[in-house]
């Protein structure tokens, strides 16, 4: 399996502050995906990280609330602007590295005060 | 929205086989079923997928039925340490489609 590593594992953020979450993977891929998983509740996908081009967001998510990068195969970052307390969640990059199975990173935990 | 439907939670004694149900009624030809896990606050852990054959790994087995609107995954002999909220979904066995998580089922192993 993948390695997969995010930073910071969890954070304490002000309201109205930006936060940005690295994703790091031990080898290249195609995909990386970025997930959000508020209290309590299940995985929703927010984006798709694409290398050399704009992130593909779902419905609900947009690039001002949360830009994210993909400079190379290896490194994307989301960042969670202008936060508010209902960003309080646990933020979740995956990799889908030529196969057809993703790997997960242990996650950020965020709260917003 | 999730097409896969599963029970909100079940209990498993500790050494006994856990079976977790999931139904996927509406899976297409080319949808492959996947079942991940998530121990408290840790990132989802990949345990096993299929098509249509059952399948079988160092961590459990899976069953589908022939019809494949429903599967089972099976832990043969439960620990404490396979508490975890267990999820089951369907999605095209390409690297480019997304997962889409549902509800999931909560399984207690307990002593």
């Known amino acids: 399996s993948a390695v997969i590593s995010q930073k910071p594992s969890r954070d304490i953020c002000q309201r109205g502050t930006s936060l940005t979450i690295q994703c790091q993977v031990d080898?290249?891929?195609?995909?990386m995906f970025w997930y959000r998983q508020q209290p309590g509740q299940s995985l929703t996908l927010i984006a798709t990280a694409n290398q050399g081009s704009e992130a593909t967001y779902e419905s609900g998510f947009v690039i001002d609330k949360f830009p994210i990068s993909r400079p190379n195969l290896t490194f994307s970052t989301l960042t969670v602007s202008n936060m508010s307390p209902e960003d309080s969640s646990i933020y979740l990059c995956?990799?889908?590295?030529?196969?057809?199975?993703?790997?997960f990173g242990p996650g950020t935990r965020l709260t917003v005060l | 929205d999730a097409k896969t439907t599963q029970p909100p939670s079940m209990d498993c004694a500790e050494g006994r086989a856990a079976n977790l149900p999931c139904n996927h009624s509406t899976i297409s030809g080319n949808e492959y079923v996947y079942w991940y896990r998530q121990i408290h606050s840790q990132g989802p852990q990949y345990i096993i997928h299929g098509l249509k054959n059952n399948e079988t790994n160092e961590m459990a087995s899976l069953i589908i039925t022939e019809d494949r609107k429903s599967s089972t995954l099976i832990l043969p002999h439960a620990t404490l340490r396979d508490t975890a909220v267990y999820y089951c979904i369907v999605r095209a066995g390409q690297n480019t489609d997304k997962l889409i998580f549902g509800t999931g089922t909560r399984l207690q192993v307990f002593p």
């Open positions: 080898s290249q891929v195609t995909m």
């Open positions: 995956s990799q889908d590295r030529f196969t057809d199975t993703q790997y």
